[in-house]
């Protein structure tokens, strides 16, 4: 039996298709240094008696905090926080100068606005490889109800509820409509399931993963754009934006300098290929409707937008 070598960019990235909610873990050590990281590695353990994990990796400066404190908060982040997320996923000399807290068991500070926030005592510290796997006792929580920040193949997402297989049976004329299939909400998720269905592999087939053509597609639409800038209109973390322009740049698709990168004129072929997928997915899924009409989609959709 052959022993198989494992490529980490590529274990990572299939590590990548389970998709995941986005925590920031919070303490305060022994000296009353706060820290806080962001963490996608949360996981339940038990229920009696409630436990959960989550690990942080050796190298981080925040260990020694972590190591000292009695007690760890895990806040769930809210959808609309991406924001915290990429604060708290970079280094700061004051992690938490400028950001609204409160101050929680041990001095685990609670960040507002959460989806949901554990306050935990820390049960148990294991070796985990380049990780330490922390085990928390959860003796306090909150829950908000919100809908949560959700991480998959190196971006950010959003829930969306899946909707139930579509009925191929004729409906019933003499009842008219039923109220389910003229509710907006069931029909729209309906129909982004259908289009992402289909669409999702025909972009994979480029061989571009997802967290890459949207780093092309991004440039192409606003040359030059500095990371900040990247991280706003790709909506992923910075830590996935450079992995991704680091393989573009590599394959020559990508011209990188100081505070600056632009695609190469392969990256232009690239995102013109990437382009034509999306034409091509749209042209198979409204064949046959009236032009007239899509504009009509299109104007309502973005009225819709801009009301949220």
Not at 18 to 29: H, M, N, P, S, V
Not at 105 to 120: V, Y
Request: charged content about 20%; hydrophobic content about 40%.
């Amino acid at each position: 039996m052959t022993t198989r070598t494992f490529d980490a960019h590529d274990f990572r990235r299939a590590l990548g298709n389970f998709a995941t909610g986005i925590t920031i873990i919070t303490a305060r050590g022994a000296d009353g240094e706060l820290t806080g990281v962001t963490a996608n590695s949360f996981n339940s353990v038990s229920l009696d008696p409630p436990l959960i994990l989550w690990s942080l990796d050796k190298r981080s400066s925040s260990n020694v905090v972590f190591e000292q404190a009695s007690h760890f908060a895990v806040n769930i982040l809210a959808a609309e926080q991406i924001d915290l997320s990429n604060h708290f996923a970079r280094s700061h000399p004051d992690k938490f100068a400028g950001i609204a807290h409160d101050s929680g068991l041990g001095g685990a500070p609670l960040l507002p606005g959460c989806a949901a926030r554990l306050q935990c005592e820390s049960f148990q510290r294991l070796d985990g490889g380049d990780h330490w796997i922390l085990v928390g006792k959860v003796v306090d929580f909150d829950d908000q109800g919100r809908d949560p920040l959700l991480y998959h193949r190196g971006a950010y997402s959003l829930l969306m509820p899946h909707p139930q297989t579509p009925r191929h049976h004729a409906a019933d004329p003499s009842k008219g409509e039923s109220r389910l299939d003229s509710h907006l909400l069931y029909l729209m998720l309906q129909a982004v399931n259908a289009y992402q269905t289909s669409y999702g592999p025909r972009q994979q087939a480029s061989g571009l993963e997802t967290s890459e053509a949207r780093v092309l597609m991004v440039l192409d639409e606003n040359p030059g754009l500095d990371l900040a800038g990247l991280q706003h209109e790709a909506a992923m973390p910075a830590s996935e934006i450079e992995e991704a322009m680091t393989s573009l740049a590599q394959r020559g698709l990508l011209e990188r300098s100081p505070g600056h990168c632009a695609l190469t004129a392969p990256g232009q072929q690239q995102v013109e290929q990437l382009w034509a997928i999306v034409h091509a997915q749209e042209e198979a899924v409204f064949a046959g409707i009236e032009r007239s009409d899509l504009e009509i989609f299109k104007r309502v959709l973005r009225q819709v937008i801009a009301a949220h």
